[in-house]
């Protein structure tokens, strides 16, 4: 995110806090904060983007909560600071790291101050008397329209200032729904049997004369629109090809994470895009599909470049296939405690066979693909080639706010829930996963060799890297 001076825009928010949140003892140095104090910096944030905040991992399970520790928390009358007070719970009860009341007033306050324009002449550190200023500065305000986009604001203002900067968000329906639709892999806009101009009771001949048809005359167009409607054909072919994607297209809208192929007679390829609820029942399928090749085909590269992450709660039963049931896979860091994820299935007969493994990583695998590295590279699955991930290592989760303050309006919590640890324990956030050989190095051949003597598989390496 860049860093810039208080400027007059709508999509700029307060970095409100100069002192990390962080532990010390294990993401020492993760952060880096202003350290002028006579100043007030702004954080520039990409307004309600959806994509780049849930393509990390989201958490979709619910966290188990001792009833005996809960205790209900006195209603405000006003409902916008019953609403801006909820928003306050939530984020002290769920937020990844332990932020004292201090801490989060004061978010509060500075929010305050950009939205008025006006110093606050009291500086509240709990949250008693940040609602007696609150309703000081909501009973100025003499529209109900005023009112609600105040509350609205300052909610967004706390939760995006919460570190990693940007992360958090004050989410609406629509926000909400396409969170969803991106989680599951589904895009209600675009029909898959439209994009090819086929009938959905098409056959498989007819699915590949259309695709062939369409490619072909795309193919010979040079304008920057055609590159695009050819990835959109390829998906549709990707989707509708393959019987297994077929039907669960057909049945839920969701389209596949995965391709593969035979790259050489001995190595097959998997590329996985991103991680959905279906990608286990596709990883099954896709290892089935070359069952009956004999023992020669021995090698398999796992492409996880460019993997935007996607629903965690899928990765014990993913990675189980790969470690084996009940293994420790990986580690959640939550309010001063570490949280270990164990597989829920375990080895995979169709992956038996591959005794020679590289898995791809590059700078935009990131999330749910580098606790998928991390993983790997802990239980030796293969050899990790490429480059640094990009150390997005956040999991976010939506919470329900019950006080709302809008009757046509649902508002949900986007919020950082845990962030996700290393092999080595370390966080993945701002550091990422390092491969075990760069493939910038110049001698990354000669150190792959090494491990395999394969050049096969090498020349397999080569040649899916450059695409």
Excluded: C
Excluded at 63 to 82: E, G, Q, S, Y
Excluded at 405 to 424: A, C, G, M, N, Q
């Amino acid at each position: 995110m860049l860093e810039t001076k208080a400027e007059n825009t709508e999509q700029k928010v307060i970095v409100v806090n100069k002192n990390s949140f962080l532990p010390k003892n294990i993401l020492k140095s993760l952060f880096i904060f202003a350290k002028n104090k006579s100043k007030i910096f702004l954080l520039v944030l990409i307004p309600f983007l959806i994509i780049a905040g849930t393509a990390g991992g989201y958490l979709v399970g619910n966290k188990k909560i001792d009833p005996k520790k809960i205790v209900a928390p006195a209603i405000p009358k006003d409902r916008h600071i019953a609403f801006l007070s909820e928003v306050y719970d939530k984020i002290k009860e769920n937020y990844w790291d332990n932020i004292t009341d201090e801490q989060l007033t004061n978010i509060y306050v500075l929010g305050t101050e950009k939205l008025t324009g006006q110093p606050q002449s009291t500086k509240p550190k709990d949250k008693q008397s940040l609602q007696k200023m609150l309703g000081k500065i909501l009973k100025d305000l003499k529209e109900e329209e005023e009112k609600k986009q105040f509350t609205v604001s300052l909610a967004n203002i706390v939760l995006a200032n919460l570190q990693p900067f940007g992360r958090s968000r004050l989410y609406g329906q629509k926000e909400e729904t396409a969170l969803k639709n991106t989680v599951e892999n589904k895009n209600p806009e675009i029909d898959q049997y439209e994009v090819l101009g086929v009938d959905k009771k098409a056959s498989s001949e007819q699915i590949a004369q259309a695709f062939e048809k369409k490619s072909t005359e795309l193919k010979k167009e040079s304008a920057p629109e055609a590159k695009q409607e050819l990835s959109q054909l390829n998906k549709a072919f990707q989707t509708l090809s393959d019987e297994g994607n077929r039907n669960t297209y057909d049945q839920s809208g969701a389209e596949p994470t995965m391709e593969h192929r035979l790259v050489k007679p001995n190595v097959y390829y998997i590329r996985v895009d991103k991680f959905s609820p279906t990608t286990v029942q596709e990883l099954l399928r896709v290892t089935e599909k070359v069952d009956s090749k004999d023992d020669s085909l021995n090698s398999l590269i796992i492409d996880l470049r460019d993997n935007v992450g996607g629903a965690i709660d899928g990765l014990p039963y993913f990675l189980g296939p790969f470690i084996g049931m009940d293994q420790y896979a990986y580690q959640f860091y939550h309010q001063g405690e570490k949280e270990d994820f164990k597989t829920k299935i375990g080895w995979l007969p169709g992956l038996v066979r591959y005794k020679k493994v590289v898995v791809l990583i590059n700078e935009n695998t990131q999330s749910s693909a580098e606790v998928m590295a991390a993983t790997f590279k802990k239980y030796n699955v293969g050899v990790l080639v490429g480059t640094k991930t990009k150390g997005w290592g956040t999991v976010e989760k939506v919470f329900s706010i019950d006080q709302q303050i809008d009757p046509l309006e649902k508002y949900s919590l986007f919020l950082v829930h845990s962030l996700t640890l290393r092999d080595d324990g370390q966080p993945i956030e701002g550091i990422g996963v390092e491969p075990l050989i760069n493939i910038e190095g110049s001698n990354w051949e000669k150190e792959l060799n090494a491990y395999f003597n394969s050049p096969e598989l090498i020349s397999a390496v080569k040649e899916v890297w450059k695409n």
